[in-house]
Nanobody
Framework: QVQLVESGGALVQPGGSLRLSCAASGRIFSINNMGWYRQAPGKQRELVATITRGGGTWYVDSVKGRFTISRDNAKNTMYLQMNSLKPEDTAVYYC??????????????WGQGTQVIVSS
């Protein structure tokens, strides 16, 4: 059994900052690519940022220069530092990871989501 648990979502004023965390637990052998997605009310889920096991990163244009994705492989944890937040960043943020369990099987896992609200 593998679980991804996000934390760190909150209500924050425009211009503020938040740090999201995504912790993976269970019978994990290896974690490959990880990523953050978000889904705003009435919109499709969109990919926000990804990070490879080696630290290579990608960002959607709307968050470049404001968000930073990182990971701690020893702790099986991924982070999303969000600065200069805007109301349009309001969404439920989900983490996603490609995980190999100890039996050797690879699978894509999702967290349950954490709510970020940017409002004055």
């Amino acid at each position: 059994q593998v679980q991804l648990v996000e934390s760190g979502g909150a209500l924050v004023q425009p211009g503020g900052s938040l740090r999201l965390s995504c912790a993976a637990s269970g019978r994990i052998f290896s974690i490959n690519n990880m990523g953050w997605y978000r889904q705003a009310p009435g919109k499709q889920r969109e990919l926000v940022a990804t990070i490879t096991r080696g630290g290579g990163t990608w960002y959607v244009d709307s968050v470049k220069g404001r968000f930073t994705i990182s990971r701690d492989n020893a702790k099986n944890t991924m982070y999303l530092q969000m600065n200069s937040l805007k109301p349009e960043d309001t969404a439920v943020y989900y983490c996603n990871a490609a995980i190999q369990v100890v039996s050797g099987t690879w699978r894509n896992y999702w967290g349950q989501g954490t709510q970020v609200i940017v409002s004055s």
